[in-house]
């Protein structure tokens, strides 16, 4: 009998180096021993950025279903299962197509050191190349020169979401450098569609895309999103759409919505199918009201809302979103990760926030301790004290302020823990 894909992703982390070192060699000792399915892949749009790839994806995503197209996805992390990273022809892939690809792999791979993420990518590969679709999304899992996902020689289009600090200890401690790394997905020739940028990532991302002859299709120069009256307006050469409001929620969503618009206009995709985008795209853990499940049920009358960003700009993504919603008594509930710039992420939360509530992540060795969260949103001025868990916390905010908005947010592993344990 087949192991189910718990126990052989569980085999596959045993296959951990012990030292992560960006590089793609291991990726491509083992995609020649598979046959290399990265050469039969649809046609691929890759999307590197720090914040947004996966809003933006999903908003693509959306237009191109609605156009008719059969659609492979990849994404990661992963929030309650891992067959959310990969979505075959529109649909997540099944637990024995799961089971068989990851089982291939890691036979083929025959014990050889690889990480967690590049053997799973290689098994996504393997899925796409053989389930027939119009177009594969293959979301960067980090950086973009050397990450796994980086194996395409020709994709279709590139995308670059936002670029700002993250994830220093393997992609550089500065803007240039980090940028220098998401561009590292450009490919000669072929177009990228490039979201607002500050200008010290935009010189270093134009610097490449000027050797590789890779055009550019760029917001502020070759295409404009602004929110007029509550609704998206979007204009780039082929004209002008009036949209509403994108359903993913958040003034930052236009931005997304406006790189993906401009990607859907790049593959030729009509006002339909853009609407679509900005109208149908789901996507978890960003800004999501919770509203059914065990959680929701202990918040009684609060608002109960769950949002995995955790770094300094998705911080201020939140704290826009909230200055933008109507005024609440606002609570959070957050735990980060020990490799996150804690000070960074609450900096520009402290004006919109009563209290907050600091939890350790259940199950996670890398989390960061409750004292250590609550002692950082105290030097941002946030009143706070520590929490057992999300629930305790719950119902101490809401034995005390019944109709209160309570926002857990710092990590996509806590947002996926809260999503497993709310059903």
């Known amino acids: 009998m087949t192991p189910g894909s718990d126990a052989i ?16 060699d291991r990726m491509w000792r083992l995609l020649a021993r598979l046959g290399h399915p990265e050469r039969d892949l649809p046609p691929v749009i890759h999307i590197a950025g ?22 492979h996805a990849y994404t990661s992390p992963h929030l309650a299962r891992f067959h959310e990273r990969i979505r075959l022809a529109g649909a997540l892939i099944s637990e024995d197509h799961l089971t068989a690809v990851l089982d291939e792999c890691h036979a083929v791979n025959d014990a050889a050191p690889i990480t967690y993420f590049e ?18 999304l293959l979301e960067v899992g980090l950086g973009g020169r050397l990450d796994a996902t980086n194996v395409v020689e020709k994709p279709l289009l590139t995308v670059i979401t936002p670029v700002s600090i993250d994830h220093q200890q393997y992609l550089g401690d500065t803007l240039p450098e980090i940028a220098g790394e998401k561009g590292g997905i450009l490919k000669r020739a072929v177009p990228c569609i490039v979201a607002r940028q500050e200008a010290a990532a935009l010189e270093v991302i134009e610097a490449r895309a000027a050797r590789l002859s890779a055009p550019l299709i760029t917001h502020g120069q070759h295409w404009h999103v602004t929110r007029e009256a509550g609704r998206l307006i979007f204009t780039d050469d082929t004209g002008l759409l009036d949209l509403p409001a ?20 790049q593959l030729g995709c009509d006002s339909a199918a853009c609407e679509a985008a900005v109208t149908r795209a789901h996507w978890p853990a960003r800004m999501q009201r919770l509203k059914s499940g065990p959680l929701v049920d202990l918040a009684g009358g609060a608002e109960l809302w769950l949002d995995g960003g955790h770094n300094p700009a998705a911080g201020a993504a939140l704290a826009a979103t909230l200055a933008a919603m109507p005024q609440a008594e606002t609570h959070l509930i957050c735990g980060m990760l020990n490799t996150k710039d804690i000070a960074g992420f609450l900096r520009p939360l402290a004006p919109h926030v009563t209290h907050l509530y600091a939890v ?58 809260i999503l497993r344990e709310n059903g």
């Open 360 to 417: 350790d992540i259940p199950d996670e060795a890398n989390t960061l301790p409750a004292d250590t969260t609550c002692a950082a949103a105290v030097a941002a001025q946030i009143r706070a004290i520590t929490a057992a868990n999300p629930a305790e916390a719950i119902r101490r905010i809401t034995s005390r302020s019944p109709k209160a908005r309570i926002l857990i947010c710092g990590s996509l592993y806590l947002a996926g823990r």
């Open 246 to 265: 994108p359903k993913l929620p958040g003034p930052h969503q236009f931005d997304n919505a406006g790189t993906a618009l401009a990607a859907l206009r």
């Open 119 to 136: 053997i799973t990518t290689c098994a996504a590969l393997l899925a796409f190349a053989r389930t027939p679709a119009d177009y594969t």
């Open 9 to 24: 992703l569980a085999r596959m982390m045993a296959l951990h180096p012990k030292i992560i070192d960006l590089t793609l």
């Open 50 to 71: 720090t914040n947004g790839k996966g809003s933006t994806q999903a908003m693509i995503r959306a237009g191109l279903e609605q156009a008719g197209h059969r659609v």
